[in-house]
């Protein structure tokens, strides 16, 4: 069973609902200590703060700030910490974007296509609560069964 005590999540999304969603899956999986961003701004302002952040799941496209454009800041900022990638983008180019974030040094290690299912987020969290600092990179794309 996956287990979050003493892990720390936080969600970038600039969609109410999105982030709802996200917060209600991984509450269910027994998250409890889950911050929520809807900008880039604010998401480098918490990977800032205290507690320190132990995952990220952030979505590509975000209003303002692009993911791309949040990644390039937390990797000049320092932070070193494991980002799922969510989109609603196709399967191949949520690919292209991971391998971009990697090339800079960003640590993706899942990427998700939206919408999100419960398993797929599931497996995410799974893997993440398991390999704590020794998170893989590029664990792979965790696509939604139920899309075409």
Known sequence: MTTFVGFHVLIVEDRDFQRFVLMQLLES?????????ESGAQALACLGGDPAVDWMIMDRHLSGMSGAELLEAVVASGFSV???????????????????????????????????????????????????????????????????
Not at 29 to 37: C, D, H, K, N
Not at 84 to 107: C, I, K, N, P, W
Not at 140 to 146: E, F, Y
């Open 29 to 37: 999986f027994g998250a409890e200590r889950i911050s929520q961003s």
């Open 82 to 148: 494991p980002v799922t990638l969510v989109t609603g983008d196709d399967l191949e180019a949520l690919r292209r974007g991971s391998q971009a974030a990697r090339a800079q040094g960003f640590r993706v290690v899942t990427e998700i296509v939206k919408p999100v299912a419960r398993t797929v987020l599931q497996g995410a969290c799974g893997l993440t609560s398991c390999c704590g600092d020794r998170f893989p990179e590029g664990v792979g794309v965790l696509a939604n069964p139920c899309r075409g």
